[in-house]
């Protein structure tokens, strides 16, 4: 059974994170297989919006802890001796860091749908995409500090930005699960949907966006990003060159024609 599915319709390239038995835990295999499908999406012109779920009832229980690299490094550790130390520094050097930065620098929306629990590196992966939509039924959880590990693949950079560094520290230092309303309120997420509805609504939300002007969507994407570490001038001058460039893409022009005559723009995402 492959750990990651991937298939594209309309614009939209849906994966699907497919260990439904074992709550999608990541495995190296299904990290390479996002990584893959990142590299494929940001290569084919004809994918204009990523679409990322979870088979079965949960999202991503994060890191397999019997069959995945952690628990590998952690068994290598164990039959070396008692000293031995497992570098799990080295796994998420080659693994999961390189995952989130293509997945942050895509320049096309990435909508992510939560049908159920995300925990660790499978809450923050959920984070690392642009527009996220929950299951009402849906949690998320940074487990880390269960096993005594601290958050990774962009836990500590997301979650303070997202909602505030007392809430952020909450969440990290007890482990607390936090349901997918209180996540809608406190700004972790888009959008909290009743369960039936969650796919549709996702579905909904990706073909819109790959109908978009996808260009100017990564642009909005690098605006956004840089903003936390600009001051007002530099992100006033970020804004003048990417409104610049987009103002002379083909999109533009017809974003105008259509509002002047008062139709729906067909953008090409140029």
């Given at each position: ?7 594209t ?5 849906r994966?699907?994170?497919?260990r439904?038995?074992k709550l999608?835990a ?8 996002i990584a ?5 999406a940001?290569a084919?012109?004809q ?12 999202f991503c229980a994060g ?5 995945g690299s952690?628990g590998?490094?952690?068994?290598a550790?164990a ?5 031995a ?8 050097e ?9 997945l942050r620098?895509?320049?096309?929306p ?6 159920g ?8 992966l959920a984070?690392a ?8 039924s849906?949690?998320f959880?940074?487990a ?7 958050p990774?693949a962009?836990g500590s ?6 909602v505030?560094?007392a809430r952020a520290?909450g969440?990290?230092?007890?482990g607390?699960k936090?349901?997918?309303?209180d996540?809608?309120?406190w ?5 909290c949907?009743d369960?039936?509805k969650l796919a ?5 939300l990706?073909?819109?966006?790959a109908?978009g002007?996808t260009?100017?969507?990564g642009?909005?994407?690098r605006?956004f990003?840089?903003?936390g570490t600009h ?13 610049r460039?987009v103002g002379r893409g ?11 005559e008062?139709r729906?723009?067909?953008f090409s995402?140029?």
């Amino acid at each position: 059974m492959d750990p990651v599915l991937v298939s594209t319709e309309a614009g939209v390239m849906r994966i699907t994170l497919n260990r439904p038995d074992k709550l999608n835990a990541f495995t190296p295999a299904v990290v390479r297989g996002i990584a893959d499908a990142l590299a494929n999406a940001e290569a084919d012109p004809q994918v204009r919006c990523l679409l990322l779920t979870g088979a079965g009832r949960g999202f991503c229980a994060g890191a397999d802890l019997a069959e995945g690299s952690i628990g590998k490094s952690m068994a290598a550790g164990a039959s070396a001796g008692a000293d031995a130390q497992p570098d799990l520094g080295a796994t998420l050097e080659s693994l999961y860091n390189p995952m989130i930065l293509r997945l942050r620098a895509l320049p096309k929306p990435v909508v992510c749908a939560v049908n159920g629990v995300a925990a660790g590196a499978g809450a923050n992966l959920a984070l690392a995409c642009d527009l996220v939509i929950a299951a009402r039924s849906a949690s998320f959880i940074q487990a880390f500090v269960k096993i005594a590990l601290v958050p990774d693949a962009g836990g500590s950079w997301f979650l303070p930005r997202l909602v505030g560094n007392a809430r952020a520290l909450g969440l990290a230092m007890t482990g607390e699960k936090i349901s997918a309303e209180d996540a809608e309120q406190w700004g972790m997420i888009w959008k909290c949907v009743d369960d039936d509805k969650l796919a549709p609504a996702a579905a909904a939300l990706a073909s819109s966006l790959a109908a978009g002007p996808t260009r100017t969507l990564g642009m909005i994407k690098r605006q956004f990003q840089a903003s936390g570490t600009h001051s007002l001038e530099e992100q006033l001058k970020l804004e003048r060159d990417l409104q610049r460039e987009v103002g002379r893409g083909t999109d533009f022009r017809e974003g105008v024609a259509a509002f002047l005559e008062k139709r729906k723009p067909r953008f090409s995402g140029n």
